[in-house]
């Protein structure tokens, strides 16, 4: 549990970012880095809106404060102060309390960055009088389906509050069906009954996920900022799921791998835990852990599936295709020396599922950098989701199966759940 209370503890102060920004225009943090960064949006259509709102607009106009939108970033890094501040593509003085500002029409989505400026940003030497912070509040606006300038949502998040809601209704109605015989086939036991717990466990963190990014989201979609308490827990319980599956998955192979090499018959296809099997799954949560949490303070502008621009992110995939190929094998050394045609299909069916859940995400990412900007962040979160969740229901299939794992279980016909009766399988 302690892992799990440091990952909860980096999420909750993690800055979260919204579309409504509140926060401290300061004059001296502007000098320091040119121009005080203050967040980004993705405006796409016409009727794009910026508004903004200021406690003390007579310090404002005092210290000749205004807002610099950019597109491109990047482009400016290597100009002197003065050139960096008069390339901004808008210029909004702050010289009323509150006032808007209608973004140019454009064909296709378009990051814009938004930044604070004063007199004194780019002045040499000590500054001519100290003045107080102005206090602010900054609300960026997309075009509504009606055209109206009311979506709180980025260009790169459009249409994840619908997804959330379609699959929270997938999950209900797959409950509805499913959890009678699940809870059955758990509480009459067997060998395998770990294995169920774990991806029981699994689609309940992948559920309860999605509910709080979904009241998130709704919530975000009215007032711009959302319950970001609900974001960050919603962010743990995926990282708990990961962690679980992870020493699962990990755990099965290596025992199955020993098991063999013990020629051990008393144990057809069970979790063998042993002190080789449980190291290497130990050893490979704490570094899945470590990774994740150098992650969260890498990116500031956490997300439940990150574009892994940071180095965490880049490590924490290799670490993914690591994995995946020590499971391909050890897998395939199981499947070469295995005779059985039925385990050869159940240990085929077992790799699908671990590739999928540990290669969907990298796969994804490097996908989507033939994608435009817009369209990446929604494209590696739906599909994340939607593997993840394959994968665990293949596994889930293949534990209660009746014709590939009960069957060639040597306890199938006494003890275990969903066992196909004696004519049934008489059959196959």
Known sequence: MFPYLIILIVLLYSPATGKTVSGVFRS???????GQYITRFLYHGENGLLLYRVDDVLTAVQKEGRLLLFQGMQEFDNLSCLERVSAAQISIHLSKEENNQTI???????????????????????????????????????????????????????????????LILAYFIASCIY??????????????????????AV?????????????????????????????????????IAQVQMLYMLLSLCVGWSLSRCRKSQCKPLQWDSTPGSTALALGGVIAQGALLIWEQFEDTEHHS????GSVAGWLLMALRVALALFLASVLY???????????????????????????CHPVLVLFSVLLNEHQREKVITIGVILCQSISVVVLYRL????????????LSSVSLPLTMSRTARGRY
């Open 28 to 34: 001296n943090k502007a000098r320091e880095s040119n």
């Open 399 to 410: 534990f209660l199966s009746r014709s590939l794992y009960w069957e060639v279980s040597s």
């Open 104 to 166: 140019p029409q454009q064909s296709t989505p378009q990051l814009w960055h938004v930044m604070y400026a004063d007199r004194y940003t780019c002045q040499d030497g000590q500054i001519d009088g100290v003045f107080e912070d102005v206090h602010f509040q900054i609300t960026l606006l997309n075009p509504d389906a009606e055209g109206n300038p009311l979506d709180h949502f980025s260009a790169e998040e459009a249409g994840l509050h619908s997804f959330y809601f379609l």
């Open 333 to 359: 050394q199981i499947i070469a020396a295995e005779r059985s045609t039925l385990k050869r299909d159940f240990y085929l069916t077992f790799a699908k599922g671990c590739f999928l859940w540990f290669l």
């Open 305 to 308: 599936f990150h574009a892994h």
């Open 203 to 239: 689609l309940l963190l992948q559920g309860v996920s999605v509910l709080l990014n979904y009241i998130h989201m709704a919530r975000y979609a009215r007032d711009g900022v959302g319950t970001p308490l609900m974001g960050s827990l919603a962010e743990l319980c995926d990282l």
């Open 179 to 200: 959890v009678q015989p699940l809870w059955q086939a758990l509480s009459k036991g067997g060998p395998m009954l770990t294995v169920l717990k774990v991806l029981s």
